[in-house]
């Protein structure tokens, strides 16, 4: 333990020290807070805690997993497994799998991703026969999301006057039966959106005071990180169970708080002394992760912000480059400048591709940059999006495995009971769901009683709809005895899903069999991986509930290298040594939602400061005179972030009197656009201040760094090298080296080389820059 505590500066190992009683730590960005965290469970099994005693909530089920990693390398992997780590929403499903039946609902209760809701409450609209453009489901949605995350029950929304007259002055006077038809039909399927997770939680630990006595017995230590992002929901569950043993540890920043849309509360931290007595607070003070002019940059920025603590951020790391700004004339040309960048940067210091960030505001802004970077032949990744359980595909198969484990799931029968086409239209579903409805049923149970009822239904579709059901039955039972994979693998031949897929023959179609095949090797890895955990046994149910909370980022398994492209939102946490922040724009970042009030303001601010604190080396940031929005080819202006970062630390690779908008008007992209409406980018008088004029030595660097050439086909070719074993060669950084191995093919061709000064290394024949002799 000693050596690992030589690990932490004196604040930090104060912090992991701290024995029992609450405690928090709000500090700057970089400055360790993850780290203490993770050195605090070490600390406390060392002392012998037990580790089924200790709960940890991450923001993603990765930092989790990241987490226990790195505690296992310590306390050794059999002490790690009994850890309760994760995100809110995992953890408090795992609880209430095992407490279910005291909410009335199933233990195998199935999970609705948002999908999955909007869904449902677009349906609910329509049986209403209510105007779907003034109910406009997402925001529906969103509504009910936020009622439950403050817990409004409906119960509680019937009688809140203020409540019912905000919505009926919104015009949607009927929000309310919508939120109470959700709920019932959400119950009667035996399932629970996200924010009932928590919801259900604190409805567990208050009706329930025994129950709420085995928690807090339980978890005697209970470390949250990220604090500031928890919302109401979440902060209420976390007192409760640290009610009685007071071992509470909180780590967050005020500054990077930036979930307020999403319920958020930064009060949660404000208030965390009045809540608990004797608080221990800690300060971190020193960033381990950027360089001077990152530190300091950011410091610049978010002092702007009148809300907020009083906290110090420096760093000893070196001083750095400064920022580089730079501005494009479309987004086309962004992501060209981002590809380049990220290509030459990689091939002068030999980096991976993981090396690399780019950060954008909205997720439309992906497209640009992915084509820019598939031109050049750069892997990269998207966050966020789609996540790979939500493609069509396999949400059919996952739909087909939720029904087998809760038959009563409404939304997964809607889905797959005509897919593939069984002849049961819509109108027959129509009648099954009123039928559900009149009887208190789900659809399956009506469905298994049809011959009852006068349904209106014909004999032939009667029988049709008994075989589905039949097919369902009988891998329920194949489910007692089998495990995961070879369920999920007998569901896919005789559904007849694949089968429909290799029909189509398209390219899609293959990629569509691919994904399914993707994800049988999914629950395979589950199964296997699962069997070894204390409490887990690789069921079904296990993998499905696994699948319903995995974000875009717990999908990263770090086995192929590429480049991250991600939402701000996401990156929260993360480090990279270059980050690209693109669409630095009015209107855009900060967003045109959000300029109404200060505090809208203040938090896009904040969200600049988690932007440029990812950078370890170097950050960029990006702008482009004009940019489609709405379908419009709008000008734009360069954000008011960039101003406000102090100039010393920045450097334009456009001078800034060469700002003039001369060359917007004259570009023929402008087409059919009303010019009278252009507006200057930039003001046109005077040279730019001393520090926006690059240094002789900047500059060097800067000429140094070429766009590279496009040829339309791919990746540029670099001078191919023929090597052979045994041959000697000189690299411009490792020195004179000898190669020992070489293996795979085309783009991929590597070689192992023994170099006199840098040892063995493994370098990507097409980026290394290799002298042969
Ligand atoms: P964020 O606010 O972005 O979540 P954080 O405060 O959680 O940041 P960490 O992620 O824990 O900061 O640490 C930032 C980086 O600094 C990590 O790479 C971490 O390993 C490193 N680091 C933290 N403390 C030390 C230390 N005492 N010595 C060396 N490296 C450190
Ligand atoms: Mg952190």
Redo the contacts with the bound molecule.
């Keep these: 333990m000693e050596q690992y505590l030589a ?3 004196e604040p ?1 190992r104060e912090a992991v020290l701290h024995k029992d009683g609450p405690m928090m730590v709000i ?10 965290l993770t050195f605090r469970i070490t600390y406390l099994m060392s002392l012998g805690v037990d580790s089924f005693n200790i709960l940890a909530l991450t923001f993603t089920n990765k930092a989790a997993r990241e987490m226990k990693k790195r505690i296992a390398e310590i306390v050794g992997n059999s002490e790690a497994k009994n850890l309760w780590m994760g995100t809110f929403h995992s953890v408090f499903a795992r609880m209430l799998r095992y407490e279910a039946d005291k909410l009335g609902y199933p233990n195998n209760f199935t999970i609705y991703d948002t999908q999955d809701s909007q869904r449902l409450i677009s349906a609910i609209i329509k049986e209403m026969q209510l105007d779907k453009d003034i109910y406009k489901y997402k925001q529906v949605y969103s509504r009910i999301s936020s009622y439950k995350n403050s817990l409004i029950t409906v119960k509680a929304y019937f009688q809140n006057p203020e409540l019912i007259e905000a919505d009926a002055m919104a015009k949607r006077p009927r929000l309310g039966d919508i939120y109470k038809e959700y709920v019932d039909r959400c119950f009667k399927a035996g399932a629970m959106d996200f924010d009932d997770l928590l919801l259900k939680t604190n409805e567990l630990l208050t009706r329930f005071p025994d129950v709420l006595a085995k928690y807090q017995d339980r978890f005697r230590y209970i470390l949250v ?2 604090y500031q992002d928890t919302n109401h929901s979440q902060y209420l569950i976390v007192r409760a169970l640290s009610d009685r043993f007071q071992n509470i540890c909180v ?1 967050g ?1 005020d500054a ?1 708080s930036i979930y307020a849309f999403r319920g958020a509360n930064i009060n949660n931290i404000l208030n965390f002394q009045r809540d608990y007595d004797e608080v221990a607070s800690f300060r ?1 003070e ?4 950027s360089t001077k002019n990152i530190v300091q940059a950011a410091n610049s920025v978010i002092e702007k912000n009148k809300t907020r603590l009083d906290k110090v951020v420096w760093t000893a790391n070196d001083e750095g480059a400064p920022i580089i700004v730079n501005r494009l004339v479309t987004d086309a040309e962004e992501g060209r400048f981002v590809a380049s960048s990220i290509f030459e940067t990689k091939m002068k210091e030999q980096l991976l591709n993981g090396a690399f960030a780019i950060l954008y505001r909205t997720n439309a802004q992906s497209r640009a940059m992915e084509d820019a970077l598939r031109k050049k032949d750069i892997p990269y990744r998207i966050y966020g999006g789609l996540s790979f359980y939500q493609r069509k595909e396999v949400k059919d198969v996952l739909s087909y495995l939720r029904l087998l484990i809760n038959p009563k799931d409404e939304e997964a029968i809607k889905r797959v009971i005509n897919y593939p086409a069984r002849g049961i239209g819509q109108t027959t579903m129509d009648k099954l769901t009123i039928a559900a409805k009149q009887y208190d049923r789900s659809i399956f149970e009506v469905i298994e009683h049809i011959d009852q009822l006068e349904l209106g239904i014909n004999a032939g579709t009667r029988t049709k709809l008994k075989n589905f059901v039949n097919m369902i039955k009988s891998f329920a039972i194949m489910s007692e005895k089998e495990d995961a994979f070879a369920v999920a693998e007998a569901v896919t031949k005789k559904t007849g899903l694949v089968q429909e897929l290799k029909k189509d023959g398209t390219p899609e179609g293959i990629a569509r069999i691919e994904n399914i095949e993707e994800l049988l090797n999914g629950i395979r890895d589950f199964v296997e991986g699962q069997q070894e955990l204390a409490d887990a046994t690789g069921s079904l149910a296990e993998f499905l509930e696994d699948v319903a909370l995995a974000t875009t980022l717990d999908n990263d398994t770090g086995d192929d290298d590429r480049v991250s492209l991600m939402t701000i939102h996401l990156a ?4 990279f040594p270059y980050v690209y922040i693109v669409g630095m724009e009015e209107d855009l970042f900060p967003s045109a939602m959000s300029m109404n009030t200060r505090s809208e303001l203040e938090e896009e601010r904040r969200l600049f400061y ?1 932007a440029l ?2 950078a370890e080396k170097q950050a960029y940031l990006t702008y482009t005179q004009s940019r489609y929005r709405w379908g419009k080819l709008i000008d734009a202006e360069p954000s008011r972030f960039i101003e406000e970062i102090d100039d010393q630390f920045l450097m334009h690779m456009v001078p800034q009197d060469d700002y003039r908008y001369k060359p917007l008007i004259d570009r023929d992209i402008f087409g059919e656009v009303d010019k009278s409406k252009l507006r200057q980018t930039k003001p046109t008088a005077g040279t730019p201040p001393p520090s926006h004029r690059p240094t002789d030595e900047q500059l060097r660097k800067l000429r140094s760094i070429k766009p590279v050439q496009d040829n339309g086909q791919g990746l540029p070719k670099v001078m191919p090298i023929s090597l052979v074993p045994g041959q000697e060669v000189e690299h411009m950084r490792f020195g004179k080296g000898k190669v020992i191995k070489i293996d795979g093919v085309g783009q991929d061709k590597k070689a192992e080389i023994n170099f006199d000064n840098g040892g063995i290394k493994k370098l990507l024949l097409r980026f290394a820059k290799l002298k042969v002799f």
């Design positions: 690990q932490l500066n930090q500090a700057g960005a970089g400055s360790g807070k993850t780290r203490v990180d990220e780590v920043d990077q971190l020193q960033n381990y992760r929260k946490g993360l480090e988690v604190t990812r």
